[in-house]
């Protein structure tokens, strides 16, 4: 099947923005930083890396959804897959991790929330790129 590289990329761009809100001091930052013990203030070692790898993963994400979608998904099924991808799989593998490494709910919500709604942004840009 061939990937729609326009596609794949406005939706990894649009996911990875949402990021940025969702970790911004200005919505979840530091009740994330309390959750982690991370100072508020802290500074990433290596943002190059950080942030080209989080980019590149999200690229990842946004293809793969992109194949099990195929060339022209139908909105409202591309949005209700993203939704389920990041709701069913992603978040509740998170949930299974912080269980054993012993991290709060609260962590969880913030986290396993942002991938439910970074998929369902995918799904939403995959869904309407065949529209435009």
Known sequence: ???????????TIAAYLAGAIWYSPYVLLR?????????????IDNPIRTYGLTFLATLIGAVVLHLLLGPAPELKYAVLA?????????????????QFGRQSL?????????????????????????LL
Request: hydrophobic share 50%; charged share 10%; net charge negative.
């Open 1 to 11: 099947m061939m990937i729609n590289l326009w596609a794949v990329l406005s939706a």
């Open 31 to 43: 009740r994330w930083c309390k959750e982690t013990g991370t100072p508020e203030n802290s500074e």
């Open 82 to 98: 993203g939704l389920m991808t990041g709701a069913g799989i992603v978040a509740c593998s998170i949930g299974i991790t912080y």
């Open 106 to 130: 609260t962590l969880w919500l913030i986290d396993g929330g942002f991938h439910c709604l970074r998929f369902t942004l995918i799904g939403l840009m995959l869904g309407l790129w065949p």
